[in-house]
């Protein structure tokens, strides 16, 4: 079995917004000196795991992050029957499982909320549903042995994959199996303002032709580099010994990543992408990112091309210093003047159904 899977993508995006910062904006970071436009690693993973690429693939073993497990607790109590304030007695033990309970503000409902998303698994779920059935049917509040709710390996493909922490229950955190790098353009890019206007479509004009609403909307354009490293060992520890399950996982989050996009303002910019070039690696070599292959800007409008063969060389340059940085590499190109890869060993190249399949043969 191959411990490291690393992915490097190029994904390239028209004029959008997919990941905001606090003015609204889209996200930047400063490397090699230059503004860079910048998607986190947090926004990445999560359009990811909600994609329907990857439910559909793994259906029942998924997770949900939540703070509201406490409040769909007290509402399903009382749906079946229980006196208001048993329910709420029962709803702060359950939500106490997971973490420490939010404190409501004056005059603001007590909704049982934790102060963190907590991330659990189908099981865990399930036995929350029967706790609460139980619950019910004794018309009792909860007793400790009946809170026994969390696994320390929770059958969850996203959960195994990209960890979770309970602060309040630190023994029954999941290390995750995946890192996700921020993805950043490799080349300077600067965020620009769209000012627009809306017409009220039954304002005939007679005594006002001015817009009904006028706004602001920063977007920007970019060749954006992503690098996903899975520790395939850790991923099967995770998931109790399932490979299987752990194969489908590493194939669900391929196909998403290469496929899918953040969620960000689509409705606007309709922004939807598929990577460009993908270079998966499988072997037990310690990983390393190729981001410094973009320390300097691209430049030029020949950037795809440009960006790939920096890609590959840096990749060689690695493997010159320090040895093979892998034992076998695979190659989606969906550049129209990409042929053959730049790169030394045992090199393949094919279609994102192919690549699956060379990922499962190095389980």
Avoid at 88 to 101: P, S
Avoid at 128 to 151: Q, S
Avoid at 281 to 286: A, I, L, S, V
């Amino acid at each position: 079995m191959s411990h490291f899977i690393q992915l490097h993508l190029l994904t390239s995006y028209p004029p959008a917004n997919l990941n905001r910062d606090d003015l609204g904006r889209p996200k930047t970071a400063i490397m090699g000196g230059a503004k860079r436009l910048r998607v986190s690693s947090q926004s990445l993973k999560r359009t990811w795991r909600t994609s329907s690429l990857f439910t559909e693939a793994l259906s029942e073993y998924r997770g949900q992050r939540t703070k509201r497990l406490g409040k769909q607790a007290y509402d399903r109590l009382v749906e079946r029957g229980m006196a208001d304030k048993l329910a709420a007695q029962c709803a702060e033990k359950i939500a106490g499982v997971f973490g420490k309970l939010r404190k409501a503000g004056k005059g603001e409902a007590h909704e049982f909320e934790i102060e963190q998303l907590v991330h659990v698994g189908p099981e865990e779920l399930a036995a929350l549903d029967a706790l609460v059935e139980t619950l019910v049917a004794e018309n009792r509040v909860p007793e400790e042995n009946d809170l026994k709710l969390l696994r320390h390996t929770p059958a969850a493909a996203d959960i195994a994959l990209f960890g979770r922490m309970l602060a309040a229950v630190p023994e029954y955190n999941v290390e995750a199996a995946c890192q996700v790098a921020h993805a950043i353009t490799v080349h300077t890019a600067e965020v620009e303002d769209d000012y627009f206007t809306a017409v009220d479509d039954l304002n005939n004009g007679d005594e006002d032709r001015g817009a009904a609403h006028i706004g602001e909307a920063g977007f920007a354009a970019g060749l954006f580099y992503t690098y996903i490293c899975i520790d395939r060992r850790q991923l099967v520890e995770n998931l109790d010994g399932d490979s299987e399950l752990a194969e489908r996982a590493i194939a669900a989050l391929a196909d998403a990543a290469t496929r899918t996009s953040p969620k960000g303002k689509q409705n606007s910019f309709g922004s939807r992408a598929y990577a460009s070039y993908v270079l998966a690696e499988q072997g037990d070599q310690q990983p390393r990112s190729l981001s410094a292959a973009f320390l300097r800007p691209v430049a030029g409008q020949d950037q795809a091309d440009e960006a790939v063969a920096r890609l590959e060389a840096q990749a060689s340059a690695f493997d010159g210093a320090y040895g093979a940085g892998a034992e076998r590499r695979f190659v989606v190109a969906a550049l129209p003047g990409y042929e053959t890869p730049s790169l030394a060993g045992e090199v393949s190249k094919g279609t994102l159904g192919e690549l699956v399949e060379w990922l499962k043969a190095g389980r």
